[in-house]
């Protein structure tokens, strides 16, 4: 239960960085929400694959539902930033 909870953790804080790196501009989002943006898109990144017939048939890594993850964590923090108009604050 601790391992699956600090997994998903480290997979959002590594899904949600991406997808920040990604992203064009600067984005002004803490850590914190990085993540819960990051675990939530791996989240429903790897539902959505599998509503659509994927399967990891070879086992291993799934790089497939890892990088709709990423978009949908970048889908995520732009709804995020569209809803709090934290993008590219220029403090005067």
């Known amino acids: 239960m ?3 909870i600090v997994s ?3 997979v959002g804080l590594i ?3 991406l997808a920040r790196l990604i992203m064009p501009g600067k984005q ?3 850590v914190i929400m990085t993540i819960v943006l990051g675990v939530i898109g791996s989240l429903l990144g790897s539902w ?3 509503q659509f017939g994927y399967s990891n048939a070879n086992g291993g890594w ?3 539902p890892f990088l709709v993850g990423i978009v ?3 889908i995520l923090i732009a ?6 108009g934290r993008r590219d604050q220029v403090h005067r």
């Open 2 to 4: 601790i391992g699956t």
């Open 8 to 10: 998903a953790i480290i």
């Open 15 to 17: 899904v949600g960085a």
């Open 28 to 30: 002004n989002i803490g």
């Open 48 to 50: 959505l694959t599998y």
């Open 62 to 64: 799934q790089v497939i």
């Open 72 to 74: 949908v964590a970048i």
């Open 79 to 84: 709804i995020y930033l569209a809803l709090t």
